[in-house]
């Protein structure tokens, strides 16, 4: 196992899809739907076997030998001009428990998106093509250790997700198309400039002994490595540190989406086709969550340190404000959408707490939230595709009608809420009791909790006006789930339930990762104390 390069295949295998799709005649939409389905189910066995010969021991984050599934060559070599020196890039892939969860995640979230997508008709190719080109995108950030390979695969996702919207999605499909690519490409240029300020600040030693300038991620970690000068170092090193760190945070914030850049995300929601919802909400989102701690965190640690505090404080404004605006929503797919908003501001919280129990909640948090939010969009979708409605007042007695589907939309919704023996239970769990731990965020945890009763709040109030009371009479005729949404829906329970009951082996699985990313944060301080105050 350890000579096939896994990475690049269960990245890579869904270009080979769109490939082939390519040639195949538009009017085979059904062999164009199966081949999609056969590439992301083959994507969920890799993952599988990824996870199966994981060593649960190794740390990664900063130490190149305790990263698994490495692949490493050089992609691109210049001998530049004497001024700037050698450039190169390398094709570095490489996992450890902060990416493994998430990794797992894209792959069963891609799956069941893919039977959301059998309904599509279309532009069946085009749109299925450029499916698969998003899935490789979202994998390929999650596996990428070169800063410049990072870059390329977060770029890569905004063509196709850009497409998938404004032509397959709603009335306002266009404006909100728009808008998520302005928003994101403007995080992108801040990712960009701070890239490229990082390569000239950081160096990394050739085989021949001699340095060069890098985009290594696990070069710019090493503060010995990092040489303090170019772009990044006159007249105050630590002054330009910190603008680099906002900048970036700012890049990966909007991706969140953090307060006050989350206001692209409702509208993307709403007008995305079902199954590109559950992509973006059950893997996009985590990406920007997953930026700050594979770099800012640890690229920029005494920053981090320093700007703890702000970190939960507008994790705690994403937790009420996402709830809030969740609460005033008369149409289910926005309450879901802004519910995301405030789910997502737990992961903040959690990662400010600078622990093991809080870190460990947050990235528990990236992948229960993907589950639980794809749940709760399939479950949309499946109504809207009846009733071509989403609005909550046009319901009303569900569950008499769709008890099965019912059943399956309350799993959903007592999951979201965090009810004890389902998924989003541990991690929130985890993510109070690491941020009330640290002193310096305890008194914004205890307010942030105000978010768990607001939660409780929508969610059931949504839940009583939809699937309660008396069924309206122009609903009689609905149909409850077929073969297609059980098998979308049956996966993402299993998970929710079984992470809920027994959290262990997930646990165990991002355990090492986190308590090495602990470990660097608390060395900085040493390390880099002279920048800091």
């Not at 709603?170 to 400039?193: C, D, N, Q």
């Not at 507008?314 to 009420?320: E, L, Q, T, V």
Request: aromatic share 14%.
């Amino acid at each position: 196992m350890q000579y096939f390069p896994i990475l690049s295949f269960i990245t890579f295998l869904p270009i080979l899809g769109m490939v082939i799709i390519l040639f195949i005649p538009k009017k085979l939409d059904v062999v164009i739907k199966s081949l999609t389905l056969v590439i992301t189910s083959v994507q969920v066995v890799a993952a599988v076997v990824i996870l199966h010969s994981y060593n649960y021991a190794l740390g990664g984050i900063n130490d190149p030998a305790t990263f698994q599934f490495m692949e490493k060559f050089r992609w691109i070599d210049i001998n530049g001009f004497s001024w700037i020196g050698k450039i190169k890039v390398d094709y570095f892939m490489g996992i450890d428990g902060l990416s493994v969860p998430l990794v797992l995640l894209t792959a069963i979230v891609t799956f069941v998106a893919t039977l959301s997508s059998w309904t599509i008709n279309k532009s069946v190719k085009g749109y299925f093509a450029l499916f698969l080109l998003l899935d490789t995108g979202m994998m390929g950030v999650f596996v990428s250790l070169d800063f410049f390979l990072f870059y390329v695969f977060w770029e890569l996702m905004l063509l196709p997700m850009y497409f998938l919207i404004g032509i397959w999605g709603g009335p306002r499909r266009e404006y909100a198309a728009i808008k998520f690519f302005l928003y994101t490409l403007l995080g992108s240029v801040f990712m960009l400039l701070v890239m490229i300020g990082l390569y000239f600040s950081s160096t990394e030693v050739l085989a021949d002994g001699t340095k060069a300038f890098t985009f290594n991620m696990l070069s710019m970690m090493n503060h010995q490595n990092f040489t303090m000068t170019g772009i990044l170092s006159p007249l105050n090193p630590h002054n330009l540190r910190l603008v680099a760190y906002i900048a970036l945070f700012i890049g990966f914030a909007i991706k969140i989406p953090m307060f006050p850049f989350h206001t692209w995300l409702p509208d993307a929601h709403v007008e995305a086709p079902t199954a590109i919802s559950v992509i973006l909400a059950g893997v996009l989102l985590k990406m920007g969550t997953y930026g700050i701690l594979r770099i800012c965190y640890p690229v920029f640690p005494e920053i981090t340190r320093q700007l703890v505090w702000y970190i939960a404080l507008f994790g705690m404004i994403n937790i009420i404000y996402g709830a809030l605006c969740a609460m005033a929503q008369k149409e289910i797919k926005k309450l879901i959408a802004n519910s995301s908003i405030s789910h997502m501001g737990f992961v903040l919280l959690g990662m400010a707490s600078l622990n093991s129990m809080g870190m460990s909640g947050a990235v528990l948090q990236m992948f229960n939230h993907g589950t639980i939010t794809a749940m709760l969009f399939l479950c949309v979708g499946v109504i809207y595709d009846r009733a071509h409605t989403r609005g909550i007042e046009e319901f009303g007695g569900l569950a008499t009608q769709m008890p099965i589907y019912t059943g399956f939309t309350t799993l959903a919704f007592f999951g979201a809420i965090g009810l004890p023996g389902l998924s989003g239970f541990i991690s929130e769990s985890f993510i109070f009791l690491g941020a009330f731990a640290f002193p310096t965020i305890r008194v914004i945890a205890v307010i942030s909790t105000l978010g768990m009763l607001l939660g409780a709040g929508y969610m059931l109030w949504t839940m009583q006006r939809v699937y309660l009371g008396t069924l309206k009479e122009k609903w009689a005729s609905l149909k409850d789930l077929t073969f297609r949404e059980y098998a979308m829906l049956v996966p993402l329970s299993i998970i929710i339930i079984f992470i809920g009951v027994y959290p262990s082996p997930i646990l165990s699985l991002m355990n090492s990762s986190v308590n090495a990313m602990v470990k660097f944060m608390a060395d900085a301080q040493v390390i880099y104390g002279s920048f800091g105050h």
